[in-house]
T-cell receptor, first 115, second 116 residues
Framework: EAGVTQFPSHSVIEKGQTVTLRCDPI?????LYWYRRVMGKEIKFLLH????????ESGMPNNRFLAERTGGTYSTLKVQPAELEDSGVYFC?????????????FGQGTRLTVV | AQKVTQAQTEISVVEKEDVTLDCVYE???????LFWYKQPPSGELVFLIR??????QNEISGRYSWNFQKSTSSFNFTITASQVVDSAVYFC?????????????FGQGTRLTINP
């Protein structure tokens, strides 16, 4: 079974440009999360989808970030316009909505560099 | 508020040495989960263990062991007879057991380097 897949693995963009990150969760996982690690600091929660609905977006830093999960499958995280402080590694994770196994399985992350 | 502190930013040891990674957490919740994740050079976060706050039994899995002490709010991770393949960044994390609250609170991570 495929794990959580993130694309691209790396992205280098100029300040002011737009970047869209994509996450394909494990098939059948209703929960989808976005996290971010900036400059060697702790990994911080951004938001949580349950199917296509935003359950918790308390971690989104500002309105330059837009996350979508149309159809409740894959998710995109768009940064527009990107700023230097947006550089970091963006992780996506997914988990089942029910059952004992509620572990979050993470993807390999997208390393975003804004120059 | 919830917080996880991994005071050791980097640790470097020689292969076959034992090494302990510290994790201290803060939470007002009476029920919660604690986790350890490993991030190898390939980048993905690999789940290692989940511990329920009601279960203070220590756990051993091969060369890995975890010491959960509720009295000191610590959940330390020990690697016995370390190997070069153990080199990675290790993250400790906390999650409240509240319906709908699924987010993890992570520590800053400890970069472990095992030298041959």
């Amino acid at each position: 079974e495929a794990g959580v897949t993130q694309f691209p693995s790396h992205s280098v963009i100029e300040k002011g440009q737009t970047v869209t990150l994509r996450c394909d969760p494990i098939s059948g996982h209703d929960n989808l999360y976005w996290y971010r690690r900036v400059m060697g600091k702790e990994i911080k929660f951004l938001l949580h989808f349950v199917k296509e609905s935003k359950q918790d977006e308390s971690g989104m830093p500002n309105n330059r970030f837009l996350a979508e999960r149309t159809g409740g499958t894959y998710s995109t995280l768009k940064v527009q316009p990107a700023e230097l402080e947006d550089s970091g590694v963006y992780f996506c994770a997914s988990s089942l909505i029910r059952g004992k196994n509620t572990e979050a399985f993470f993807g390999q992350g997208t390393r975003l560099t804004v120059v | 508020a919830q917080k996880v502190t991994q005071a050791q930013t980097e640790i470097s040891v020689v292969e076959k040495e034992d090494v302990t990674l510290d994790c201290v957490y803060e939470t007002r919740d009476t029920t919660y989960y604690l986790f350890w994740y490993k991030q190898p050079p390939s980048g993905e976060l690999v789940f290692l263990i989940r511990r329920n706050s009601f279960d203070e039994q220590n756990e051993i899995s091969g060369r890995y062991s975890w010491n959960f002490q509720k009295s000191t709010s610590s959940f330390n991770f020990t690697i016995t007879a370390s190997q070069v393949v153990d080199s990675a960044v290790y993250f400790c994390a906390l999650r409240a057991i509240i319906q709908g609250a699924q987010k993890l609170v992570f520590g800053q991570g400890t970069r472990l380097t095992i030298n041959p």
